[in-house]
């Protein structure tokens, strides 16, 4: 059973910066899509960054320049540095894997993702 865990969430003023990270067991599968989204009030869904296990990634123009995804493959753990962050980036994120087939690039759709974790909110005041 897969499992996922963020952490590094909490309350920034606008132009900071937070790392999250997502800690994964329990997925076998050595070719995959990692995912980081988020949902505001009121709000849908929204991709925020993708990488596979080639390290390739993927980045909504919203967020592009501002945050970068990585990952450490000795410890299954995926970050999210954001940095000069804005109000319109408060949210809860949630990060996500699926399997990914070998010819198959990882799409910002949440909908393609089946394993999530719990969530760890991000507060930006202006």
């Known amino acids: 059973q897969v499992q996922l865990v963020e952490s590094g969430g909490g309350s920034v003023q606008a132009g900071g910066s937070l790392r999250l990270s997502c800690a994964a067991s329990g997925y076998t599968y050595s070719s995959y899509c990692m995912g980081w989204f988020r949902q505001a009030p009121g709000k849908e869904r929204e991709g925020v960054a993708t990488?596979?296990?080639?390290?390739?990634?993927a980045f909504a123009d919203s967020v592009k320049g501002r945050i970068t995804i990585s990952q450490d493959n000795t410890k299954r753990t995926f970050y999210l540095q954001m940095n000069s962050l804005k109000p319109e980036d408060t949210a809860m994120y949630y990060c996500?894997?699926?399997?990914?087939?070998?010819?198959?690039?990882?799409?910002?759709?949440?909908?393609?993702?089946?394993?999530w974790g719990q969530g760890t909110q991000v507060i930006v005041s202006s």
């Open positions: 996500a894997v699926r399997r990914r087939s070998w010819w198959a690039g990882c799409r910002l759709a949440s909908a393609d993702f089946d394993s």
């Open positions: 990488i596979d296990n080639n390290g390739s990634t």
